[in-house]
């Protein structure tokens, strides 16, 4: 590029310009021949500006500029002028100028894309997979991705002033339960062994605490072999912080900093903090999910007290089996919904898994529905009044035996009458903490008790005499923080003491020996001196993609996989040659 060297971005051009001779670089978006002048939409990272190969001004340059076509790279060195007033384009921050074109070199050639390098494409997202570094051409991937960077800067720059050290932990690790699957890599030097590529660096960064470094961050690669989702990759990014000598509000508080600066700097949304903070039971009882959406309302009200003496056999009969009746008070649903639209709301409710769904419409003329002949006035006055209705509202229920199961249905319904009815702005950022979750979880398949968040999750202090007479009913020093419905991460204030520890494991149904062959190192380092800690876990790639307001976590990532754990562009995962299988000494079972 010998007297072609770049002196501008095409972005940063402007009236400030005009008279200069500039030398650009980039890709061709566009072409126009309109005879003797030739128009290119020149385009690199920083945006696009309009180049003009005149035939009367270099023949030359002309000439060459007649073989562009879309996605060439090119060199250009030309002189900055002013558009005519008619021709200024103001949809582009350039629109004021042009540049003509004394010289040209062609850099590169190109074949014709498989779609267009533009924004608003309509194409398969496999295809955009497989051709992806020319789908991050596109500006609004391109914009993603600078936002990601930002983000990364921006929790880099919060954390340093608050002391934190980046501290980078191994890729790879030995294999421990209770998570999701690990990937794992065979080790040639040890056949027959294996290392497991990290879920997480929980053990890593609770060895930090041991080791006294007291404040540790690290943005970091992680790795689930887990089904995948819109919002799930098997590799992800986190954001992973531990913190000493802690308790539950001295985490909390510092997150709510760290998050207000970060959307404050990339966004310029201003956030308000603390943020609400509300305990597991309550978002399940209210909101039917432990990562509720407050944006809307539509809160579940329970009536179980309200219906237990009816004569409706269906809600009576859950109320005397322990079950509950919950209920939301959809407003004005009467004028909302048709006896039509009621029947779909029904069988909604039966695709998230529940019986049935009871209904009851506040009519002007009185209450309109096929239960209310087997309630006794007091008891409809009462459900009116616990559900705060009024004329023109729908009340919709579901009863169950099963809590959890009532809880997640209308939570389903909930967030299904949300969006139907319009009701989420999508332009709020509304936080929220959850917090005292429950410690362990019942495995009906396992026939024992599992660990909800890690077995490394401190119960609360008063509960811990519960480990050996109620574990269903110890509550955990873990919290989750909650963006619009999605949790953004989690964590919890760690067990620290050996005997805890091994008191959990206990729980958990580790025999001794079996907890020390797998967390031993851990378990060793917690005997010679342990700083209370705890500690919180982000997913980046999450972050990014609720601040950007994006459908998917794939497009901001560079080089996602698919639905089933594909690279469409390098078709990874593929076989191996049998000389690597024989090295690691492995067989394949066809």
């Not at 496999?126 to 789908?135: A, H, I, P, V």
């Not at 909390?252 to 700097?265: A, G, P």
Request: with cysteine; hydrophobic share 40%; aromatic share 10%.
């Amino acid at each position: 590029m010998e007297g072609m060297k770049r002196t501008h971005s095409c972005g940063s051009l402007g009236m400030k310009d005009v008279g200069k001779e500039v030398v650009l670089t980039g890709w061709v978006q566009t072409r126009r021949d309109l005879g003797g002048v030739i128009f290119i939409d020149l385009r690199d990272r920083s945006g696009i500006v309009q180049v003009v190969f005149s035939e009367d001004y270099s023949h030359e340059a002309f000439e060459l500029a007649g073989d562009l076509r879309s996605e060439y790279v090119i060199a250009v060195k030309g002189e900055v002028r002013e558009r005519p007033q008619e021709n200024k384009n103001p949809k582009i921050s350039t629109g004021d100028i042009e540049v003509f074109v004394k010289e040209i070199k062609i850099l590169s050639s190109a074949k014709t894309p498989p779609f267009p390098i533009e924004d608003s494409i309509k194409v398969d997202e496999s295809l955009r997979l497989k051709y992806r570094y020319l789908d991050l051409r596109r500006p609004v991937m391109l914009n993603n991705f600078i936002f990601r960077h930002r983000v990364s800067k921006s929790i880099r720059d919060f954390l340093d002033g608050e002391g934190f050290i980046e501290v980078e932990t191994p890729m790879l690790t030995r294999s421990t339960p209770e998570g999701a699957r690990d990937f794992l890599v065979p080790s040639r030097l040890n056949p027959g062994t294996f290392y497991a590529l990290p879920q997480s660096p929980q053990l890593f960064k609770q060895i930090l605490m041991v080791s006294g470094i007291e404040r540790y961050y690290q943005i970091v690669r992680c790795f689930r072999d887990e089904d995948l989702r819109a919002d799930r990759q098997p590799e992800f990014t986190q954001l992973d912080i531990e913190m000493s000598f802690v308790d539950v509000d001295d985490v909390i508080s510092l997150n709510e900093r760290l998050i207000k600066y970060v959307v404050e700097t990339v966004t310029g949304k201003e956030i308000k903090i603390p943020f609400k903070r509300i305990t597991y039971k309550e978002a399940m009882e209210k909101y039917g999910s432990d990562k509720p959406d407050i944006r809307f309302g539509l809160e579940i009200i329970d009536v179980t007290e309200e219906i237990k003496n009816s004569e409706f056999k269906v809600f009576r009969e859950v109320a005397e089996k322990g079950g509950r009746v919950r209920g939301i008070n959809i407003e004005d649903g009467a004028n909302i919904f048709s006896r039509k639209g009621i029947d779909e709301l029904v069988e909604k409710a039966k695709e998230f898994g529940a019986k049935g769904l009871a209904w009851i419409v506040l009519a002007s003329e009185g209450i309109k529905s096929p239960i209310s002949k087997f309630f006794k006035e007091e008891e409809l006055k009462s459900i009116v009044e616990k559900m705060r209705a009024k004329t023109g509202d729908l009340l919709i229920f579901i009863a169950d035996e099963n809590e959890n199961l009532v809880a997640q249905q209308m939570g389903q319904m909930r967030l299904y009458l949300g969006k139907t009815l319009n009701l989420i702005d999508k332009n709020a950022l509304e936080f929220l903490w959850v917090v005292e979750f429950p410690l362990l979880e019942w495995d009906e398949e396992e026939k024992r008790f599992v660990a909800m968040h890690h077995p490394f999750t401190s119960p609360m202090d008063e509960d811990i005499p519960l480990l050996d007479t109620s574990p269903e009913k110890v509550r955990a020093k873990a919290y989750d923080i909650v963006l619009n419905g999605v949790e953004l991460g989690g964590g919890s204030i760690r067990i620290y003491r050996t005997e805890l520890q091994e008191k959990m494991f206990e729980v958990l149904g580790f025999t001794r020996e079996r907890a020390w062959n797998n967390f031993g190192f851990l378990l060793k380092a917690f005997e010679y001196g342990t700083p209370p800690h705890g500690g919180i876990a982000y997913g980046l790639d999450r972050m990014v993609m609720l601040l950007l307001g994006l459908e998917s976590i794939r497009d901001c990532i560079a080089f996602p996989k698919t639905q089933n754990g594909t690279c469409l562009l390098t078709e990874a995962p593929a076989k191996v040659e049998p000389k690597q299988l024989r090295e690691l000494h492995i067989k394949i079972d066809a």
